[in-house]
């Protein structure tokens, strides 16, 4: 089967500029993740989506991150306006289930630049 | 592809010599575990899982142990090859209500031919 799909795979702005990632899950899987990864870190949760309702997005900066998942399928992530400290991978997951032990899979991230 | 983390903890063994990575999780109210592997300009890929009610765990060349006295996972595999070298983390979950993980800051393994 199609893995989790995500675009661009790198992108390279200016601070206080804006930038949107993309991220396919996997087709029938209803929860959807963004984690934001920064170099020599593990990933860190920012929001989790059942189908089209937000689940968790206690640790996303809401004053300058935003995503949405409106049809339940795809999402996007934007940042605006970013700041330095933003720069790291950006990565999306999916699973099929709610059930906690349901096995997530991550697409291949996008990488941000922030200069 | 970009490193996943410059500068991680390393453990370097030789091809075929067993591998132990130790994690130290932070929930003592966690009480699902998985470990992950991450190669360069890759998103983790699930290597194995365990929940608190077991204190060790088998797949193919991988085995995970939970210790929750002190808080304390390792992954151990076997006869280590050149494509386990990568970046290894392990994550926890708690709660019924909450799905999303709760990730290690990370091992890098280096496996030397």
């Known amino acids: 089967e199609a893995g989790v799909a995500q675009s661009p795979r790198y992108k390279i702005i200016e601070k206080r500029q804006s930038v949107a990632f993309w991220c396919n899950p996997i087709?029938?899987?209803?929860?959807l993740y963004w984690y934001q990864q920064i170099l020599g870190q593990g990933p860190k949760l920012l929001i989790q989506f059942q189908n089209n309702g937000v689940v968790d997005d206690s640790q996303l900066p809401k004053d300058r991150f935003s995503a949405e998942r409106l049809k339940g399928v795809d999402s996007t992530l934007k940042i605006q306006p970013a700041k330095l400290e933003d720069s790291a991978v950006y990565l999306c997951?999916?699973?099929?289930?709610?059930?906690?032990?349901?096995?997530?899979?991550f697409g291949p991230g996008t990488r941000l630049t922030v200069l | 592809g970009e490193s996943v983390g410059l500068h991680l903890p390393t453990l370097s063994v030789q091809e075929g010599d067993n591998s132990i990575i130790n994690c130290a999780y932070s929930?003592?109210?966690?009480?699902?575990f998985i470990w992950y592997k991450q190669e360069s300009g890759k998103g983790p890929q699930f290597i194995i899982d365990?929940?608190?009610n077991m204190d060790k765990r088998q797949g193919q060349r991988v085995t995970v142990l939970l210790n929750k006295t002190v808080k304390h996972l390792s992954l151990q595999i076997a006869a280590t090859q050149p494509g386990d070298s990568a970046v290894y983390f392990c994550?926890?979950?708690w709660g019924t209500g909450r799905r999303a993980l709760t990730f290690g800051s990370g091992t890098r393994l280096q496996v030397q031919p």
């Open positions: 087709s029938g899987h209803a929860t």
């Open positions: 997951a999916s699973s099929l289930e709610v059930a906690r032990d349901n096995e997530q899979f």
């Open positions: 365990i929940r608190s």
């Open positions: 929930n003592s109210a966690s009480d699902y």
């Open positions: 994550a926890e979950n």
